[in-house]
């Protein structure tokens, strides 16, 4: 059976748009074709351009919340980037976990400022040049810069701003879905629990 390829665009200037991207998230993760009992969130990127920290950004705000149980790969601290995403990758149980990876990338100017959420992985580096592994049973990717001309150039000459407000904005949509994920078991045992008695 082929997988049917969903991509949504959700607009950052949309003062509900965290609202729209935690919920499409939480139903993107109910149509994954696999039994796990972990979520992985990996960030991939760097510090060193503004472009490219957002996979590193959303990581490091993940990484603060500690009343989930999950794993995160890749903070502004501890990058997952080019030289150690495959030793990475190798330290996740794929079999048991839910991985979302989250990345920067570019696109059409019209684009910019947008983030998007596919039932796809993502290719890292593939718009700088880079043949990497894919990454993620669903992706989240921030349109930080336009594609074509210099993107590493481009990708330097980032607003900071954007890149963390793009952040917040998934962080913050990926808390809700830990949130709910874990709240479902708890829900399910009070139900069986009334039954019972």
């Known amino acids: 059976m082929v997988k049917v390829v969903k991509k949504t665009h959700f607009t950052t200037d949309d003062k ?18 696999k039994e796990y009992n972990r979520i992985a969130v990996v960030g991939i990127g760097s510090d060193r351009a503004t472009g490219d920290s957002f996979g590193p950004l959303v990581g490091h ?28 990758l190798k330290s996740i149980d794929h079999s048991n976990t839910l991985v979302i990876a989250v990345d920067a990338s570019v696109g059409n100017p019209e684009h910019i400022g947008n983030i998007v959420l596919s039932n796809q992985p993502i290719k890292p580096g593939s718009g700088v040049g880079k043949d990497l592994p894919p990454v993620g049973d669903i992706s989240i990717s921030a349109i930080v810069a336009m ?27 990926i808390r809700h879905v830990l949130y709910k994920q874990q709240l479902e078991p708890v829900r399910k045992n009070k139900i069986n629990l009334h039954i019972q008695i």
């Open 147 to 173: 594609a074509g001309f210099l993107p590493l150039v481009m990708l330097q000459n980032t607003s900071l701003g954007m890149v963390y407000k793009m952040a917040e904005i998934a962080s913050n949509s």
């Open 16 to 33: 509900m748009c965290q609202f729209k991207l935690g919920k499409a998230i939480l139903g993107m993760t109910s149509e994954v074709k």
């Open 61 to 88: 705000m993940l990484s603060k919340c500690r009343i989930y149980d999950f794993d995160v790969y890749g903070t502004i601290l501890n990058p997952v980037h080019a030289q150690n995403i495959e030793e990475t």
